[in-house]
Every structure is written in C-alpha cells, then in structure tokens.
C-alpha cells in the first residue's frame, strides 16, 4: 500500500502556542498527531478537537522529549502505525528565566535537552517518515531571545540561538526535498507568568507580543513559502535591526536592565495536568 503523508506532527500541543497550532490546523482539517508530557491531558486535547471538529483525524502520544528512551519510543510508534508525516512543528519549550548562578542541575540539563536536543532528535526523525518530496515541512519554535545574546535569560537564549542554526543548516541540506522554517516569535502571551512579564515590560513588552494564534498563522505561512527564518511582527523586525546595528556591550547593560526586572521558572512545573 501507497504510504500516504498527511500528517502534522506537534510537540507541546497542550502549551499556549502548541494548541493554538492545534486550533489552526484543526480547522483545516488538517490530520494531527499530539504530543506532550501527559497522556491524560493529551486525551483531553484529541477528544475536546474531535467534537468541534467531528471529520478531523486526530491521534496522540505522551512522550518526555528530555529523554531519549522517550524520543526514540514516540518515533518508534510513529513508523509502527504507519503514520506518514506532512509537517512537524516543534513547539516544545522550557524557558527559565533567572541568572544563571541560580540554577540547579536539573534546569541547565532540561531547558538544553528539550529546547535543543529533543527538537534536533523530531527533526532528524521525522526525515524517515516524511515523503521528502519537495512539500514536506519542518518547522520549529525559536525565539527573539535569540538572536542577541541575553543576561538573566542566558541559557534559553544561547538554545534558541542554536536551534536557529540548525535549521539553518537543514534548510541548504534538504533544498529541493524539505521546507524548513525557525520561526522566531517575540512575546505570546499564554502562561500568566508571561503575560505579567509583558505587563512588567510596559509599552515595549506590548509592542512585541502577538497572539497565539497570529503567531501560529505566521509561522505556518511562512514555512509553506519554505522561508529559512521568520521574525513575527514589525516591531520584531525593528528589534532584530537594532540588535545588529547597536553594540553589543550597549545592547547588555539594555538587556540586563530590563530582563532583571522579573524571573520566570516554568521548569518545576509539572506538565499540564495529571
Ligand atoms: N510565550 C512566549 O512569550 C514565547 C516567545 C518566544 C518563543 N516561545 C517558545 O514557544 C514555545 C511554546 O511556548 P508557550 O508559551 O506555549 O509555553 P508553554 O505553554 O509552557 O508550552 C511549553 C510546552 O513545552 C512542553 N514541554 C516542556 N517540557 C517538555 C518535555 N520534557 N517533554 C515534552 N514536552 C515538554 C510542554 O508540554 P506539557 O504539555 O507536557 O507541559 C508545553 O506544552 C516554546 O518553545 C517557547 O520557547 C514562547
């Protein structure tokens, strides 16, 4: 039988943003294949899209992307029910934000792991599924925090940084046969303690925070258009030019003034819900 490849796989899609790109593929009838930390929410999830949207396809997997045995389990799974992969969109995120000195073990190995090592391991993985005939599409959630090197949100931005890169690099690799897009949203406001962190940031944290779901539309525009990298808004755009142009030990007293402000520890979060 004709392997059929129609699928989008998307990590984090019970987090703010991952459901927005549920909700915006969903509603293109688009076939999903969810995963997340919790099995349970991710039931949730399926069956709450199912009964909006009664003809989708929708199929999920829990999965720790911070581990290996994990990874390697959600992908083996993949291949076993001959799920073809249209898209993969990796969502999956930890963002602590505090000076470095303050971290524990577990933060630095988590926050590197599940922003770079496990979205690298979905992005290799997902080439043995996907046609790779030229409409494939790999997307993946960088951020703004990136592109500048950042105080008080060192080791987020440094991943960030470095997941821009290899896609960078997958992009010249796969021409031809994948799209592959880093996306770089400024601030979404989905978790309170984000939404306050927008608010501590007054006027400028307004002017770079877009919704979930214009991000989520952005994103997917752009990796269609097969665009190496997608800054998401005019005010972003505005802040990646003065990030070229200003100094940089100007641009770290800037940054270091106003990231000290507030700290954000989502790690010891559980996931969503048991
Ligand atoms: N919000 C912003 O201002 C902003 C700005 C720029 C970039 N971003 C990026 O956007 C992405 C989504 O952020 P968000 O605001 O939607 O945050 P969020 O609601 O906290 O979502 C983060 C997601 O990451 C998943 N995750 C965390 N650790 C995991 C692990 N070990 N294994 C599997 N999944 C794991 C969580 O899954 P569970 O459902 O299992 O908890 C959750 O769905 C992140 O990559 C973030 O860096 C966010």
Redesign the pocket.
């Known amino acids: 039988m004709e392997q059929s490849y129609r699928f989008t796989l998307i990590?984090?899609?019970?987090?703010?943003?991952?459901s927005a790109f549920c909700e915006e593929l969903a509603s293109r009838g688009e076939p999903l294949f969810l995963t997340?930390?919790?099995e349970a929410?991710l039931r949730a999830r399926a069956e709450d899209l199912r009964a909006r949207y009664p003809a989708l396809e929708v199929r999920f997997r829990a999965?720790?992307?911070?581990d290996e045995e994990s990874r390697l389990a959600l992908l083996g799974e993949l291949s076993t029910q001959g799920i073809g992969l249209k898209r993969l969109v990796y969502?999956?995120?930890?963002?602590t934000q505090m000076a470095l000195g303050r971290y524990d073990e577990a933060r630095v190995v988590?926050q590197c792991r599940?922003?770079l090592e496990?979205a690298v391991s979905l992005l290799r993985g997902a080439l043995s599924l996907s046609a790779l005939d030229g409409n494939t599409e790999l997307l993946a959630?960088g951020?703004?925090?990136g592109v500048s090197p950042m105080p008080y949100f060192a080791l987020y931005s440094a991943t960030?940084k470095a997941l821009e890169q290899v896609c960078a690099g997958l992009h010249e690799e796969l021409r031809g046969r994948a799209k592959v897009t880093c996306v770089l949203?400024?601030?979404?406001p989905?978790?309170d303690d984000?939404k306050e962190n927008i608010r501590s940031h007054g006027f400028i944290g307004r002017l770079s925070a877009k919704s979930?779901r214009a991000v989520a539309v952005a994103s997917l525009k752009a990796v269609r258009r097969n665009r190496r990298r997608k800054i998401v808004g005019g005010w972003n755009h505005l802040i990646y030019l003065c990030s070229v142009l200003c100094p940089t030990s100007l641009r770290m007293r800037f940054i270091a003034r106003m990231w000290k402000r507030t700290e954000k520890d989502?790690y010891g979060g559980p996931?969503?819900a048991q």
């Open positions: 990590t984090g899609a019970c987090g703010g943003l991952g997340g930390r919790s929410v999965a720790d992307l911070a969502v999956a995120g930890i963002d988590a599940v922003n496990g959630v951020s703004m925090s960030k949203p400024g601030s979404i989905t978790r984000i979930p989502f996931p969503a």
